[in-house]
C-alpha cells in the first residue's frame, strides 16, 4: 500500500514565522495519493500551505444546537465496522482509534467543540478538507479522514504515540518531533485519557488484534 509521506520540520516549528510553512511541497500523484516534502527533487511539486496543521488546541465537545443536535453520547457499535476498515486501511489498530474517539467525542457523530472540531473524530474543518471529507457528520467519511490525519501524525513522530496524540489535540505546530509534551493541561490529560480507554480496550479485545506502537512514558500534567 502506498503511504502518505509528510516531511515537515515540525521539531522547529514554534520558532518559524507562519509564512515559512509555504516552503512545503505537494505533488498528487496518478493514484490520488499525495506526497508532502520540504525538499523538492523535481517540477511536480509546487508550494503549497497546509491548513489545519496549527488549530489551537480543541475544547471538549458539545453537541452543536439546531440542525445536528442529537444528544451528548452514542453507541460505539454503531459505528465498529467503520472503524475496522478506516483501521485496516491505513495499517493501524481498531482499538486505538476507537478509543481516539471515545475520548474526542463519546461516539456522538453529531458533537462540536467550542472551537468548531467536529463529528466523531473532532475535525477541525480545515483538517477536513484536507483529508478529503465532505461531511464530518456523516461517521464513515468522519472516521476515514480521522484515522488518515492520525496516521499521517503517526507518520511524522516516528510511531509515538503520545506526541502523535498531543498534536492531533493541540496540532503539530505545538508538537516538537522527538521533544516533549507541550505544557498545555488539557493536552497532557487528552493523552492520558487516549491511552487509559486504550489500554482498556485492549484487556477486553484478542490479543491479536492490537498491533505493537511505541508509547512514551507519560508525563503528570501540571
Known amino acids: 500500500m502506498k503511504k502518505l509521506l509528510l516531511i515537515i520540520a515540525a521539531s522547529c516549528s514554534f520558532l518559524l514565522p507562519g509564512d515559512l510553512w509555504s516552503q512545503i511541497y505537494m505533488y498528487e500523484d496518478a493514484h490520488g495519493v499525495r506526497h508532502y516534502t520540504n ?3 523535481s ?3 509546487k508550494p503549497v500551505k497546509l491548513r489545519g496543521l496549527n488549530n489551537e488546541p480543541r475544547r471538549r465537545p458539545v453537541p452543536v ?3 445536528y443536535s442529537r444528544g451528548s453520547s452514542g453507541n460505539s457499535a454503531m459505528y465498529e465496522n467503520h472503524i475496522s476498515r478506516a483501521a485496516l486501511t491505513h495499517e493501524l489498530d481498531p482499538l486505538l482509534i476507537k478509543a481516539i474517539i471515545k475520548a474526542e467525542s463519546d461516539f456522538n457523530q453529531y458533537a462540536v467543540s467550542s472551537s468548531g472540531a467536529q463529528g466523531l473524530m473532532q475535525l477541525m474543518p480545515e483538517t477536513a478538507r484536507d483529508m478529503r471529507v465532505d461531511n464530518p457528520f456523516d461517521p464513515l467519511q468522519n472516521i476515514n479522514g480521522g484515522t488518515r490525519y492520525f496516521k499521517n501524525l503517526l ?3 516516528d510511531n509515538d504515540l ?3 496524540l498531543a498534536a492531533y489535540n493541540a496540532g503539530p505546530g505545538k508538537v516538537a518531533i522527538n521533544g516533549p509534551l507541550p505544557r498545555i493541561r488539557e493536552t497532557r490529560e487528552y493523552v492520558q485519557r487516549v491511552i487509559r480507554f486504550y489500554r ?3 484487556q477486553t479485545a484478542p490479543a491479536e488484534r492490537s498491533k505493537k506502537i511505541k508509547v ?3 508525563l503528570t500534567a501540571n
Open 216 to 218: 512514551r512514558k507519560l
Open 155 to 157: 507518520n511524522i513522530y
Open 162 to 164: 503520545t506526541l502523535s
Open 39 to 41: 525538499v523538492p527533487t
Open 43 to 45: 517540477s511536480r511539486y
Open 200 to 202: 482498556s480496550y485492549q
Open 65 to 67: 444546537t439546531g440542525k
